[in-house]
């Protein structure tokens, strides 16, 4: 691979730190691997107020790569993440095993609520997390199995079902990105409804219509993604992701320059 060449798997992780990346002094939570990438690099880059957390029980004083060990700066256990997700002061980025065409989520399971045919993670923080804090998805598989017309259980909360459950639901509700691994996509469009942002390079807007279960609204000019750096390019390879674990959830894939 040439030095400038990058791979959708780098697309997908720029996009993320873009999400993050005008949020200033903020928590940031990612939740998986390309999430995680995605955050360390907008804290080298964009938005160095960012804080870190390793997701398990201390705040980091560096940028570790991906697997890797760091000093730690302070001490945040489980239980003191429900504070933070009280207060607000957050941004987490969560999976999702179906989002429908009002931006609500479901992880808890496939199927009917009173007999569902397979059983999935369960709510989890998903109903505290979009009514308390910016809330963005990460989905590496788009495809009509994940973005359907509705879900079978909502995890997380859309802006239209906050805003049916009175001002203490809506009042932050803030479903602000979902990236995936064919494009960039917001709840900006007719009615709170999924809006095609960006595609990444080398898809079009029919295939990214043709992966989405629901009409989708899809402005009349749709710009790309846009690319990595070469900066950040070198952090990517050299520092954050060395191990190339990244390609576990998009394939590595070059993409000319």
Same mark, same amino acid.
């Given at each position: 691979?040439?030095? $400038?060449?990058? *791979?959708?798997?780098?697309?997908?992780?720029?996009?993320?730190?873009?999400?993050?990346?005008?949020?200033?002094?903020?928590?940031?939570?990612?939740?998986?691997?390309?999430?995680?990438?995605?955050?360390?690099?907008?804290?080298? &880059?964009?938005?160095? $107020?960012? /804080?870190?957390?390793?997701?398990?029980? /201390?705040?980091?004083?560096?940028?570790?790569?991906?697997?890797?060990?760091?000093?730690?700066?302070?001490?945040?256990?489980?239980?003191?993440?429900?504070?933070?997700?009280?207060?607000?002061?957050?941004?987490?980025?969560?999976?999702?095993?179906?989002?429908?065409?009002?931006?609500?989520?479901?992880?808890?399971?496939?199927?009917?609520?009173? @007999?569902?045919?397979? @059983?999935?993670?369960?709510?989890?923080?998903?109903?505290?997390? *979009?009514?308390?804090?910016?809330?963005?998805?990460?989905?590496?598989?788009?495809? *009509?199995?994940?973005?359907?017309? @509705?879900? $079978?259980?909502?995890?997380? /909360?859309?802006?239209?079902?906050?805003?049916?459950?009175? &001002?203490?639901?809506?009042?932050?509700?803030?479903?602000?990105?979902?990236?995936?691994?064919?494009?960039?996509? $917001?709840?900006?469009?007719?009615?709170?409804?999924?809006?095609?942002?960006?595609?990444?390079?080398?898809? &079009? /807007?029919?295939?990214?219509?043709?992966? *989405?279960?629901?009409?989708?609204?899809?402005?009349?000019?749709?710009?790309?993604?846009?690319?990595?750096?070469?900066?950040?390019?070198?952090?990517?390879?050299?520092?954050?992701?060395?191990?190339?674990?990244?390609?576990?959830?998009?394939? @590595?894939?070059?993409?000319?320059?």
């Amino acid at each position: 691979m040439s030095d $400038d060449a990058y *791979t959708r798997a780098d697309v997908c992780a720029a996009a993320i730190a873009d999400a993050f990346s005008e949020d200033g002094e903020i928590f940031a939570s990612p939740m998986g691997l390309l999430p995680t990438l995605g955050v360390r690099l907008a804290k080298l &880059t964009s938005n160095p $107020d960012l /804080v870190i957390s390793d997701g398990e029980s /201390v705040f980091m004083g560096g940028v570790p790569p991906l697997g890797g060990k760091d000093v730690v700066e302070g001490w945040i256990p489980f239980r003191r993440v429900f504070d933070v997700v009280a207060y607000g002061k957050r941004h987490v980025m969560m999976g999702a095993t179906q989002v429908d065409r009002h931006g609500n989520q479901n992880i808890s399971a496939i199927g009917p609520f009173a @007999q569902p045919k397979r @059983q999935l993670l369960g709510s989890r923080g998903a109903p505290g997390n *979009t009514v308390n804090n910016r809330t963005s998805y990460w989905v590496p598989k788009h495809s *009509t199995r994940v973005f359907v017309e @509705q879900v $079978d259980i909502v995890s997380g /909360v859309g802006p239209v079902r906050a805003k049916a459950a009175g &001002t203490a639901a809506a009042r932050f509700n803030d479903i602000h990105r979902i990236v995936s691994n064919l494009g960039v996509l $917001d709840l900006g469009g007719a009615g709170d409804t999924v809006r095609l942002v960006s595609v990444h390079p080398g898809v &079009t /807007v029919e295939e990214v219509v043709a992966a *989405t279960g629901f009409a989708l609204d899809v402005p009349a000019d749709v710009p790309t993604t846009r690319t990595p750096s070469y900066e950040e390019l070198l952090l990517i390879r050299d520092m954050l992701d060395p191990k190339g674990l990244r390609f576990k959830e998009v394939p @590595q894939e070059e993409v000319a320059r």
